[in-house]
């Protein structure tokens, strides 16, 4: 079975930039789009990004949209999520995951699998 590994979270300062990376144990972004969710503690897991399916834009949440930015390395199987101007509303539980083309386009929760463990990013003053 295919795992995501993501990492890159941390502490960080308002007004920081970081980038999330997400491995892939097997070649899983050659059937499905690589995407980002993330969840803070009490709330629901949110959409943050997914790649463009087909010769589309990728998708991002209206939250992060112009600060954020998804991209993949196909050479070394990972997907990377770029975060920048971040503030206190950004700090959460950071997962990667996959929709398969069959659900394209897609920002369901529940059309994506796997899903890494995540990657902590916290956002202090």
């Known amino acids: 079975q295919v795992q995501l590994v993501e990492s890159g979270g941390g502490v960080v300062q308002t007004g920081d930039s970081v980038r999330l990376s997400c491995a892939a144990s097997?070649?899983?972004?050659?059937?499905?789009?690589p995407g980002w969710f993330r969840q803070a503690p009490g709330k629901e897991r949110e959409f943050v990004a997914v790649?463009?399916?087909?010769?589309?834009?990728?998708l991002y949440a209206d939250s992060v949209k112009g600060r954020f930015t998804i991209s993949r390395d196909d050479a070394k199987n990972t997907v990377y999520l770029q975060m920048s101007s971040l503030t206190h509303e950004d700090a959460s539980l950071y997962y990667c995951?996959?929709?398969?083309?069959?659900?394209?386009?897609?920002?369901?929760?529940?059309?994506?699998?796997?899903w890494g463990q995540g990657t902590q990013v916290t956002v202090s003053s």
């Open positions: 790649e463009g399916w087909r010769d589309s834009s990728p």
């Open positions: 097997g070649r899983i972004f050659e059937s499905r789009l």
């Open positions: 995951t996959a929709t398969p083309f069959s659900k394209c386009p897609s920002t369901a929760a529940k059309n994506f699998r796997p």
